[in-house]
């Protein structure tokens, strides 16, 4: 399994951005599809955006499209979340999780096998 570690959350108004970064470990990073999910207090995890191996295919939630840019670069071994234009309603705990299936763009939970510890990231109002 690859092993995952979330930084570059943190608190930001409303409209503002961040990046954040995850960092894999291990040389079979580029073998993994990637995607970042979210959650709220209360509320279930849910996919926010995914990439392929190669990172010529990119998924998003319907609620952070256009806003949101999923990228990586498999020579250093990272996947990042650029997230643009951002709302209240963003705030969350983000996590960045790793996935061996070929229908990991389906979003869902299940699909995706190794978890980092997650970032918080906060927007206010």
């Known amino acids: 399994q690859v092993q995952l570690v979330e930084s570059g959350g943190g608190l930001v108004q409303a409209g503002g951005s961040l990046r954040l970064s995850c960092a894999a470990s291990?040389?079979?990073?580029?073998?993994?599809?990637m995607g970042w999910f979210r959650q709220a207090p209360g509320k279930e995890r849910e996919f926010v955006a995914a990439?392929?191996?190669?990172?010529?295919?990119?998924f998003y939630a319907d609620s952070v499209k256009g806003r949101f840019t999923i990228s990586r670069d498999n020579a250093k071994n990272t996947v990042w979340l650029q997230m643009n234009s951002l709302k209240p309603e963003d705030t969350a705990f983000y996590y960045c999780?790793?996935?061996?299936?070929?229908?990991?763009?389906?979003?869902?939970?299940?699909?995706?096998?190794?978890w980092g510890q997650g970032t918080q990231v906060t927007v206010s109002s």
């Open positions: 291990g040389r079979t990073f580029s073998s993994y599809a």
């Open positions: 999780a790793a996935s061996l299936r070929g229908n990991y763009y389906s979003g869902s939970r299940t699909d995706f096998g190794s």
């Open positions: 990439i392929s191996p190669t990172g010529f295919s990119t």
